[in-house]
């Protein structure tokens, strides 16, 4: 199946997968799911966000793919995978659980790692056996619980109804993007992205963006904009790291701050300056760092740890 919304070229256009399969979810959706690197590999799970893909991955599978198995997947109605029925936070959830399953072995673990609307799915499946089994450590990447449009910036108001309405119907628009010319990529920046982001970076987003289907855009919109995951944040009991640019506008850190307070166990909490909402394209170094230490230090461990982190787990 052709790849659409991507760059050909450069650091953003994604590695050719070792391996694809489709996995049926819980409602009998089918997802496109890539898999990078080694078999044997220590394991890492990529959840794209809302309006993109697994090429939205590309600088970090590149540099990870050599030293880990890279698992990433697109969310129903983006990149290859069809759209569905059904879009709610809990299929989010089948979702993962089912790529989670289809992909790792019983009683495997992996780093996840969500930005964004994948972060969501992270959250929204906290409490699912198989993500409670599966995951050794946590990168949440520029994300909220609940509160979205409320706490959005996009619009430049003051806080309050009118903001909110308004948001509500800029990011709910079902009028299509068009092609990525100069100025819409002007747009994109504001609203996704730091004021210095690099021309390369937010062509690659546009890209992305540009190609996710208007009425996928619209349907999971209407989602976001009633998320409420703040229950299942303190059932993410395993290691979490919490990154956060201070521009961004579509999940301002004000969410970032809320998520590590509630965590059972947040690790580290990181706020970048000048970066806005697209980090694992902003700060493609950072986001790959942080994995790659989530990597080294759960995923390393010795079985006498293993056999604990188990036990607390059932506990």
């Known amino acids: 199946m052709k790849r659409a919304g991507a760059v050909r070229h450069g650091v953003y256009a994604p590695p050719v997968a070792a391996r694809e399969l489709t996995v049926r979810s819980a409602d009998g959706a089918e997802l496109h799911v890539e898999v990078h690197g080694p078999e044997g590999a220590p394991a890492v799970v990529l959840a794209h966000g809302w309006t993109c893909s697994t090429a939205f991955w590309a600088a970090q599978i590149r540099e990870l793919a050599g030293e880990c198995r890279v698992i990433a997947y697109d969310q129903r109605g983006h990149g290859r995978t069809p759209a569905a029925v059904t879009c709610s936070a809990e299929a989010l959830a089948d979702d993962l659980e089912a790529v989670l399953t289809a992909t790792l072995a019983p009683g495997e673990r992996a780093v996840l790692a969500g930005h964004s609307m994948g972060g969501m799915t992270l959250m929204a499946a906290a409490g699912r056996p198989a993500l409670r089994d599966h995951a050794a450590a946590v990168l949440l990447c520029s994300t909220g619980a609940s509160r979205l449009v ?8 003051r806080p309050g109804r009118i903001r909110t309405g308004i948001t509500r119907r800029v990011l709910g628009s079902g009028a299509p993007l068009g092609p990525v010319t100069p100025v819409a990529k002007k747009v994109l920046r504001y609203a996704t992205m730091g004021p210095g982001a690099a021309p390369d970076k937010v062509e690659a987003c546009a890209r992305i963006v540009h190609a996710c289907p208007r009425g996928v855009r619209k349907a999971w919109s209407h989602v976001l904009a009633e998320l409420e995951v703040d229950v299942h944040v303190r059932e993410l009991r395993a290691p979490t790291a919490v ?47 942080k994995i790659r230490a989530l990597v080294a230090e759960h995923l390393a461990a010795p079985a006498a740890t293993d056999a604990v982190d188990a036990e607390e787990r059932a506990v």
């Open 150 to 157: 409320a706490e959005a910036r996009v619009v430049p108001l």
């Open 243 to 289: 990154v956060v640019g201070d521009a961004d506008r579509l999940t301002p850190p004000v969410h970032a701050r809320r998520i590590a307070g509630a965590l059972p166990d947040c690790r580290s909490f990181d706020v970048l300056t000048g970066v806005g909402h697209m980090t694992p394209i902003e700060a493609p170094a950072f986001i790959t760092e």
